[in-house]
C-alpha cells in the first residue's frame, strides 16, 4: 500500500510540474500565427526558465551527438497546435532554430530546413519532453523520448512507440 502511494505522490507531483512549467493558455495574442493554425509566442514569460534551459541544453547535446547544426537557445516560440491525426488533442511545443534566416523560412515560406522541436506529451499519465531534429540538407530526421526527471525513455525514436 505504502509502495502504491509513494507512486500517486510521484505521479501527481510529475504531472503537476508539467502543467506548471508552461503557459497552456496564453492571455497575450501571439507573435505569429501559421496557415494551418499553429499559434507562436515568444518562449519567454510562458515557459519556466529552468525548463527552457534544460530543453535548450537537451537540444544542444542531441544535435551535436548526431552531427546536426545546434541551435540558438535564444531563438525559441513556443507554439500551440492540434495534432494533425487527431484535431481534438492539442499539441505544446517549445521550437528552437538555428538563425533567424532559418527561422523566418520555417515561420513565413512554411519549409523548416533545419527544425528543432521538444513536444510535451504523456504517456501513461507521465509527462515526457519528445525531441525531433531534422535537416533538409542533411537527409535526416531524428527522435528521442525523455522522461520529465530526465531519464532517457527512447535514445532513438519518439515518446509514443
Known amino acids: 500500500m505504502k509502495i502504491l502511494l509513494v507512486l500517486l505522490i510521484i505521479i501527481v507531483s510529475h504531472q503537476t510540474k508539467a502543467q506548471s512549467s ?13 496557415e494551418s493554425g499553429t499559434k ?46 487527431d484535431p481534438s488533442v492539442r499539441m505544446y511545443a517549445v521550437d528552437y532554430y538555428i538563425s533567424v534566416d532559418s527561422m523566418e523560412t520555417c515561420l513565413l515560406d512554411n519549409y523548416c530546413d533545419n ?3 521538444v513536444n510535451f506529451v504523456a504517456v501513461g499519465n507521465e509527462p ?4 525531433l531534429l531534422s535537416s533538409v540538407e542533411l537527409n535526416t530526421t531524428h ?6 526527471s530526465g531519464g532517457i525513455s527512447n535514445p532513438t525514436g519518439g515518446c509514443m512507440e
Open 143 to 148: 527522435m528521442a523520448c525523455v522522461d520529465w
Open 115 to 117: 527544425f528543432r522541436t
Open 40 to 85: 507562436y509566442w515568444e518562449c519567454e514569460g510562458l515557459v519556466e526558465s529552468n525548463l527552457l534551459e534544460i530543453t535548450a541544453g537537451e537540444m544542444v547535446m542531441l544535435s551535436d551527438h548526431h552531427g546536426l547544426p545546434a541551435p540558438n537557445p535564444n531563438l525559441c516560440l513556443y507554439s500551440i497546435s492540434n495534432n494533425i491525426l
Open 128 to 131: 515526457k519532453r519528445q525531441y
Open 22 to 34: 508552461f503557459n497552456l493558455d496564453p492571455s497575450q495574442p501571439p507573435v505569429y500565427v501559421s
